[in-house]
């Protein structure tokens, strides 16, 4: 009797130590993720007072947390005293969010304005610093310059791009700078279209869409969609004054409206994405002349596709193995390869699963792929493959009305 009894308390031992064996991989991995820090990411896109023909319902800057497994995104917070804040972009230290606002009345003086916030690193909470006029009407895009000392502003209707000196405190002071772009006028639509694509860009003046530094800062670029070029300037870091590069500026195929860029990451290539006509120019870039030389046009649609369609956004991945484009209209996710010299092979083109696709940013892990669906009030979410490329719909939609934009910070615990 004892002897058997002996017998089962062994066996139950043995089944209590396999399961405890079993269990504690699981709340190892349970533990670790929640002693990970938070990953927030900043929404914004039209609110009810956004620029004429638009009609927004979107409410301010909403907050998500995003869950690091699934890629879902659920809702913090959301600050509503701010119209249309169609781009936002942090401060490399993610102290400082910066948020323009797609409107024209600023002060009833014809321009839009951006507001700077301070950021609480470990919750994402925003307060509100100063607004100031961002020199021009509608601004559509800005960036951090890579010293932290400016912020840089494209006005789409306005036609010119402003210089805001940074304080120190995170507030912008009125503009050092305001460049009024001039040219020809542009057809509305490219000679070299998608088949069927009855979209038109805007080319009744300057339009500049973006601008941004190249990775060594030395030079500020500029996509006019208006005027069909490429604009290129040095940045007086002590007067915050621009000053034309040798070549001022880069002719685009007429009627294309050339609208966001990104650099691979040797800053030597440039892909610059085109609005009407849905292509990629691929430039080399030099870094010490600021000089475009194209070597490379692809379409960001197949062979097969055709209609109406307008591209909007471009991202490289972190490896610099693929480069990503959103078709609006279309509603597709364009995924391309990089090859050894920069060129890039269109290798498929994935659903959106909403509507009117507009800015996709990565998390920072770069694990999943965040689109915002500005006709259908929703962000889809994408896991990527990293050894592939291709993304993969997650099946999560967030509902954001009218959204246009992304930033993601990884908290402080």
């Not at 139950?12 to 990953?39: C, D, F, H, N």
């Not at 659920?74 to 993610?94: A, H, K």
């Not at 006005?155 to 304080?167: A, D, E, K, T």
């Not at 966001?260 to 892909?271: A, C, K, W």
Request: with cysteine; aromatic share 10%; net charge negative.
């Amino acid at each position: 009797m004892s002897q058997s009894f002996s017998r089962r308390q062994f066996a139950l031992g043995l089944a209590g130590l396999g399961a405890a064996t079993a269990l504690s991989p699981l709340r190892s991995v349970k533990a670790e993720q929640a002693q990970q820090p938070r990953i927030l990411c900043f929404v914004g896109g039209y609110t009810e007072h956004g620029p004429p023909g638009v009609t927004g319902y979107g409410k301010g800057i909403a907050v998500f947390e995003m869950d690091r497994e699934t890629g879902f995104l659920t809702l913090v917070t959301t600050f509503m005293d701010i119209p249309s804040p169609s781009f936002i972009t942090l401060s490399r230290n993610r102290k400082f969010l910066y948020a323009l606002s797609e409107v024209n009345d600023f002060d009833k003086a014809g321009s839009g304005s951006v507001t700077a916030f301070s950021v609480d690193t470990r919750n994402g909470t925003l307060a509100k610093l100063n607004t100031v006029s961002s020199g021009g009407a509608v601004p559509a895009h800005l960036s951090v310059h890579p010293s932290g000392k400016y912020l840089l502003v494209a006005n789409y209707m306005g036609g010119s791009v402003s210089v805001l000196p940074i304080h120190a405190d995170g507030s912008l002071g009125k503009a050092t700078d305001v460049v009024h772009n001039s040219g020809p006028k542009q057809p509305e639509r490219a000679a070299d279209n998608p088949e069927g694509n009855f979209a038109v860009s805007d080319h009744s003046g300057a339009h500049p869409h973006m601008i941004a530094t190249d990775p060594s800062g030395t030079f500020v670029l500029v996509d006019d969609a208006g005027l069909d070029r490429v604009y290129v300037w040095r940045l007086d870091l002590n007067t915050g004054k621009l000053i034309p590069a040798k070549k001022p500026f880069y002719e685009m195929e007429p009627g294309s409206a050339p609208r966001h860029f990104v650099f691979d990451h040797t800053g030597r290539v440039l892909y610059n994405l085109c609005e009407q006509n849905s292509k990629v120019v691929v430039s080399k870039f030099n870094p010490q002349t600021g000089e475009i030389t194209q070597i490379q046009s692809v379409s960001t649609v197949t062979s097969h596709f055709r209609g109406s369609t307008l591209a909007a956004e471009i991202l490289i991945a972190e490896s610099g193995r693929f480069v990503y484009v959103s078709n609006r209209l279309g509603d597709s996710l364009a995924v391309f390869s990089v090859g050894i010299d920069g060129t890039l092979t269109l290798e498929d083109e994935v659903w959106m699963h909403a509507d009117y696709g507009r800015a996709m940013m990565f998390d920072p892990s770069g694990t999943f792929l965040f689109c915002a669906n500005q006709r259908s009030d929703s962000v889809t979410a994408f896991r990527v493959d990293r050894e592939t490329g291709k993304p993969v719909f997650t099946n999560h939609f967030t509902a954001v009305g009218s959204p246009t934009t992304f930033a993601f910070m990884v908290a402080d615990s």
